[in-house]
């Protein structure tokens, strides 16, 4: 079986969706299938370092990248578009991820064209919160372009019940397949020492800190976890918050504007982007972790965070009820108090927060790894295909 995946970027800028597709398309490739990626050399407002126009041979898949053009907020690549005309005809399945992008707009009249099956990945760009900012553009995109393309396709592979349910009033007539996000087991198997972290930030050794793991962004919910961290501080002096994350729109000073006003900026270290054992030392280090996203389809750092053992608190926004369901985490409403007292009940509580990251970390080894997503992905691929190309 060969697959191709499609996808804008996978920049580090670009956060979990780009962590995705590389990590989907090892376990993929793990299992016997060819799996390729094309995509664009974009990473946000620099260029990824890469040959183009040629396959990159990696573990058990191939990457191959083409030039690119801004325009906004899209990125257009027309020797991409020329290739998938071209070569798209010569997989038996296509899966695009992400949504109001023209290189998957382009991917899915190929796969049209060409009569390719494929599977489209929204990565939660369809919730009603992700809909609405910046909603002029995409709606739009959405009418003239994205809605036709995923009624046509094969499948729309939603991470779990939760975004289905926000999503229904689209009214969307393509099958839903239901596949979460996951991660390598490997990479979390054994707990790190934090002694990187605190090399880089000593400002942070000695204090109880509270991680945030994710792109610096609006649908972040960035705003309320400043009013929430300021009443956590006044009751626990001790916690120190730590926002790591790339920036690729400029919107840190906004958010250091929305800690200044809440009166708590002196107790927050921004990093900017964690990458390898640094990040896995500043999981070591954190005493707890925070999403309070207004929206996600399934975060890749939340998963990250429950596999490091750590008590976290998620929103409702993150599209996460098992966690809750499973004693595994705290799911607050997407209020700032409502994050507030959920952080105030771990540090109030320390051994049940502890215990509750200890289940968070056996939920995520026994359902959410890329391993036990591949599986079921492979399934998927296996009944969709016609028998004459699987």
Not at 364 to 381: G, K, M, S
């Given at each position: 079986?060969?697959?191709?995946?499609?996808?804008?970027?996978?920049?580090?800028?670009?956060?979990?969706?780009?962590?995705?597709?590389?990590e989907?398309?090892?376990?993929?490739?793990?299992?016997?299938?060819?799996?390729?990626?094309?995509?664009?050399?974009?990473?946000?407002?620099?260029?990824?370092?890469?040959?183009?126009?040629?396959?990159?041979?990696?573990?058990?898949?191939?990457?191959?990248?083409?030039?690119?053009?801004?325009?906004?907020?899209?990125?257009?690549?027309?020797?991409?578009?020329?290739?998938?005309?071209?070569?798209?005809?010569?997989?038996?399945?296509?899966?695009?991820?992400?949504?109001?992008?023209?290189?998957?707009?382009?991917?899915?009249?190929?796969?049209?064209?060409?009569?390719?099956?494929?599977?489209?990945?929204?990565?939660?760009?369809?919730?009603?919160?992700?809909?609405?900012?910046?909603?002029?553009?995409?709606?739009?995109?959405?009418?003239?372009?994205?809605?036709?393309?995923?009624?046509?396709?094969?499948?729309?592979?939603?991470?779990?019940?939760?975004e289905?349910n926000?999503?229904?009033?689209?009214?969307?007539?393509?099958?839903?397949?239901?596949?979460?996000?996951?991660?390598?087991?490997?990479?979390?198997?054994?707990?790190?020492?934090?002694?990187?972290?605190?090399?880089?930030?000593?400002?942070?050794?000695?204090?109880?800190?509270?991680?945030?793991?994710?792109?610096?962004?609006?649908?972040?919910?960035?705003?309320?976890?400043?009013?929430?961290?300021?009443?956590?501080?006044?009751?626990?002096?001790?916690?120190?918050l730590?926002?790591?994350?790339?920036?690729?729109?400029?919107?840190?000073?906004?958010?250091?504007?929305?800690?200044?006003?809440?009166?708590?900026?002196?107790?927050?270290?921004?990093?900017?982007?964690?990458?390898g054992?640094?990040?896995?030392?500043?999981?070591?280090?954190?005493?707890?972790?925070?999403?309070p996203?207004?929206?996600?389809?399934?975060?890749?750092?939340?998963?990250?965070?429950?596999?490091?053992?750590?008590?976290?608190?998620?929103?409702?926004?993150?599209?996460?009820?098992?966690?809750?369901?499973?004693?595994?985490?705290?799911?607050?409403?997407?209020?700032?108090?409502?994050?507030?007292?959920?952080?105030?009940?771990?540090l109030k509580?320390?051994?049940?927060?502890?215990?509750?990251?200890?289940?968070?970390?056996?939920?995520?080894?026994?359902?959410?790894?890329?391993?036990?997503?591949?599986?079921?992905?492979?399934?998927?691929?296996?009944?969709?295909?016609?028998?004459?190309?699987?």
């Open positions: 079986m060969k697959v191709l995946f499609v996808i804008a970027g996978i920049g580090s800028v670009y956060g979990g969706p780009s962590k995705i597709v590389v989907l398309a090892q376990a993929l490739g793990k299992r016997g299938i060819n799996v390729d990626i094309v995509t664009t050399n974009a990473n946000g407002k620099t260029d990824l370092d890469v040959p183009l126009k040629t396959w990159v041979i990696k573990n058990f898949y191939r990457i191959q990248y083409f030039s690119h053009l801004h325009f906004g907020d899209y990125k257009v690549s027309l020797s991409l578009s020329r290739w998938l005309f071209k070569h798209v005809v010569n997989y038996d399945l296509v899966h695009t991820i992400a949504l109001f992008s023209y290189p998957v707009t382009i991917t899915h009249l190929a796969c049209q064209k060409h009569q390719v099956p494929y599977i489209n990945n929204p990565q939660g760009m369809l919730e009603p919160w992700a809909l609405s900012h910046k909603s002029w553009k995409k709606k739009l995109y959405y009418a003239f372009l994205d809605r036709a393309a995923l009624n046509r396709a094969n499948a729309i592979h939603i991470l779990n019940q939760a289905a926000k999503i229904a009033p689209l009214q969307l007539t393509a099958p839903y397949i239901f596949i979460p996000n996951g991660l390598n087991s490997q990479d979390f198997k054994k707990l790190r020492q934090p002694d990187l972290f605190y090399q880089h930030y000593p400002q942070t050794c000695g204090k109880t800190l509270i991680l945030f793991l994710a792109r610096i962004d609006p649908k972040k919910g960035l705003d309320m976890l400043a009013n929430a961290f300021s009443i956590v501080h006044r009751q626990f002096p001790d916690t120190h730590i926002i790591a994350g790339p920036d690729n729109i400029d919107f840190t000073s906004t958010v250091q504007a929305y800690f200044a006003k809440a009166g708590c900026l002196d107790s927050v270290t921004f990093t900017g982007i964690l990458l054992e640094l990040k896995y030392a500043a999981l070591a280090a954190a005493s707890l972790y925070v999403a996203s207004y929206s996600e389809g399934f975060s890749m750092s939340v998963l990250e965070g429950m596999a490091s053992g750590l008590p976290c608190v998620i929103t409702t926004g993150c599209n996460f009820p098992e966690a809750g369901e499973k004693q595994a985490a705290l799911v607050a409403d997407i209020r700032a108090e409502s994050i507030a007292d959920a952080l105030l009940w771990c509580n320390p051994q049940e927060a502890n215990a509750m990251g200890d289940r968070a970390r056996q939920l995520i080894f026994e359902h959410y790894t890329w391993d036990i997503i591949a599986e079921q992905l492979e399934q998927v691929y296996l009944n969709i295909l016609p028998s004459n190309r699987s």
